[in-house]
Nanobody, 132 residues
Framework: QAQLVESGGGSVQAGGSLRLSCADS????????IAWFRQAPGKEREGVAA????????TTADAVAGRFTISQDNAKNTVSLQMNSLKAEDTAMYYC?????????????????????????WGKGTQVTVSS
């Protein structure tokens, strides 16, 4: 089973950048639906971006489109989230999540419709704090 470990969080000024990484030591990322979620204090967990590692296609939430990019490195068995032009409202705990799906359309359905409940495997999170 997947064992997900996030890294790369930290504190940054508004307008700055951070790169988060999700390492999977349990099984191969390349055949799965991998997503980044975030949760700010007092708010529900929300999807940020997802990648269907079987084909490399990606999707991002409207709130971060054009600023955040999700990518995979199969050789390192990692999925990264490049975050640019960070805003104070991006402050949250960021989680990596994974599940097995057989097609990209199922990954997008899980990410956009079902949400966090669709993903079986989770990391412990990494904190991102953006100061204005």
């Amino acid at each position: 089973q997947a064992q997900l470990v996030e890294s790369g969080g930290g504190s940054v000024q508004a307008g700055g950048s951070l790169r988060l990484s999700c390492a999977d030591s349990g099984y191969t990322i390349s055949s799965n639906c991998i997503a980044w979620f975030r949760q700010a204090p007092g708010k529900e967990r929300e999807g940020v971006a997802a990648i269907y590692a079987g084909g490399g296609s990606t999707t991002t939430a409207d709130a971060v489109a054009g600023r955040f990019t999700i990518s995979q490195d199969n050789a390192k068995n990692t999925v990264s989230l490049q975050m640019n032009s960070l805003k104070a409202e991006d402050t949250a705990m960021y989680y990596c999540a994974a599940d097995s799906t057989s097609a990209a359309r199922l990954c997008w359905y899980d990410f956009r419709i079902t949400g966090a409940a669709a993903f079986r495997y989770w990391g412990k999170g990494t904190q991102v704090t953006v100061s204005s």
